[in-house]
C-alpha cells in the first residue's frame, strides 16, 4: 500500500462549481499536510498547509484534515478557469533534524468557462 | 528576488548517454532538493543538499547523482541513461534543510524535461 493514496482524476467541472479533492495515507506519523498547485510547463507551489485535524480557509479555498480516518481534502469554491492545473496533496513528518516529505501523484482539474 | 532557475527547460538524449542538470536556488537558500516527476509514479525525491553535503537521499540507482558547490548552486547527473528516466527533473530550494515545510518551505523551478529516446 503506498504511503499517500490520491484521486487519479483528471477532473473537468464548470465554473462556479465546488471542487472536492481528496487523498489518504496510511503513515499514521505525518504531522503536515499541505496542498500544492502545479501550473502546466511550471513547478508546484504551496497552496495550503495546516498541521491539525479540522478546517483551514484561505479565500476561496479550504483544507479539511482527518486525522482518525487518515484522510485530507481540499475544497474550492465558486472554482474559476484559473484554477485549472494539477493538485498535489502532501504529507511530512518531522523528526528532530530531519523532514520527509511524500507527495501524492496528483489530480489534473480543469474549470470549463 | 528571483525564483528558482533551472536549466536548460528541455533536453532530448539517446540512451546510454549521461546528462547533467542545473539548478540554481533562490538566493539565500542553502537546501536544493531534488525530485523527479512522471504521470506514474508521481513526484518522487531523489536526493537533498545542504552545504555541499547530501543530506538525504531516495530510492533512486546509484546512476542518479548530485552535487552542491559552496554558492549552493547544485547538480544532477544521470549516467547510462534509460527510457524510464524521461520525467520532469525539478529542483527545489529551502533556507535550511529538513526544517519541515512550516519552518522551512520548499520552492521549486520549473523544471527540466529529459526525454530519452
Known amino acids: 500500500q503506498k504511503e499517500v493514496e490520491q484521486d487519479p482524476g483528471p477532473l473537468s467541472v464548470p465554473e462556479g462549481a465546488i471542487v472536492s479533492l481528496n487523498c489518504t495515507y496510511s503513515n499514521s506519523a505525518f504531522q503536515y499536510f499541505m496542498w500544492y498547485r502545479q501550473y502546466s510547463r511550471k513547478g508546484p507551489e504551496l497552496l495550503m498547509y495546516t498541521y491539525s485535524s479540522g478546517n483551514k480557509e484561505d479565500g476561496r479555498f479550504t483544507a479539511q484534515v482527518d486525522k482518525s480516518s487518515k484522510y485530507i481534502s481540499l475544497f474550492i469554491r465558486d472554482s474559476q478557469p484559473s484554477d485549472s492545473a494539477t493538485y498535489l496533496c502532501?504529507?511530512?513528518?518531522?523528526?528532530?533534524?530531519?523532514?520527509?516529505?511524500?507527495f501524492g501523484k496528483g489530480i489534473t482539474l480543469s474549470v470549463r468557462p | 528576488k528571483a525564483g528558482v532557475t533551472q536549466t536548460p527547460r528541455y533536453l532530448i538524449k539517446t540512451r546510454g548517454q549521461q546528462v547533467t542538470l542545473s539548478c540554481s536556488p533562490i538566493s539565500g537558500h542553502r537546501s536544493v532538493s531534488w525530485y523527479q516527476q512522471t504521470p506514474g509514479q508521481g513526484l518522487q525525491f531523489l536526493f537533498e543538499y545542504f552545504s555541499e553535503t547530501q543530506r538525504n537521499k531516495g530510492n533512486f540507482p546509484g546512476r542518479f547523482s548530485g552535487r552542491q558547490f559552496s554558492n549552493s548552486r547544485s547538480e544532477m547527473n544521470v549516467s547510462t541513461l534509460e527510457l524510464g528516466d524521461s520525467a520532469l527533473y525539478l529542483c527545489?530550494?529551502?533556507?535550511?534543510?529538513?526544517?519541515?515545510?512550516?519552518?522551512?518551505?520548499?520552492?521549486f523551478g520549473n523544471g527540466t524535461r529529459l526525454t530519452v529516446t
Open positions: 502532501a504529507m511530512e513528518r518531522v523528526t528532530g533534524a530531519n523532514s520527509k516529505l511524500t
Open positions: 527545489a530550494s529551502s533556507l535550511e534543510a529538513s526544517r519541515g515545510s512550516y519552518n522551512s518551505p520548499l520552492h
